[in-house]
Nanobody
Framework: QVQLVESGGGLVQAGGSLRLSCAAS?????MAWYRQAPGKQRELVAS???????DYVDFVKDRFTISRDNAKNTVYLQMNSLKPEDTAVYYC?????????????WGQGTQVTVSS
């Protein structure tokens, strides 16, 4: 069982920055950030493995940075040069592996609103 607690969302103007944090109650394998805007499907933003390998979706490339602190079981998403189209609920995701099971966990979501 992994509990995820997110923080850092808020309202910013276009061009501004936010840093999202997600603290997991236990160690995890892959952690990621997804987002979902009203009327749209949830989409992957960025992911990071326990070893630090990262992947980004093209629309956030060079603007967002995902990182993690394994000692704190925490993943971060630094979001720079925010655009109104980044407005969404951002969800923390964690994949935990306890053989033979792979389990998925989701945070409650944190609202990010970027004004024009």
């Amino acid at each position: 069982q992994v509990q995820l607690v997110e923080s850092g969302g808020g309202l910013v103007q276009a061009g501004g920055s936010l840093r999202l944090s997600c603290a997991a109650s236990r160690s995890t394998f892959t952690m990621a950030w997804y987002r979902q805007a009203p009327g749209k499907q949830r989409e992957l933003v960025a992911s990071i493995t326990s070893g630090g390998s990262t992947d980004y979706v093209d629309f956030v490339k060079d603007r967002f940075t995902i990182s993690r602190d394994n000692a704190k079981n925490t993943v971060y998403l630094q979001m720079n040069s925010l655009k109104p189209e980044d407005t969404a609920v951002y969800y923390c995701y964690a994949e935990a592996r306890r053989w033979p099971t792979r389990l998925d966990y989701w945070g409650q979501g944190t609202q990010v609103t970027v004004s024009s």
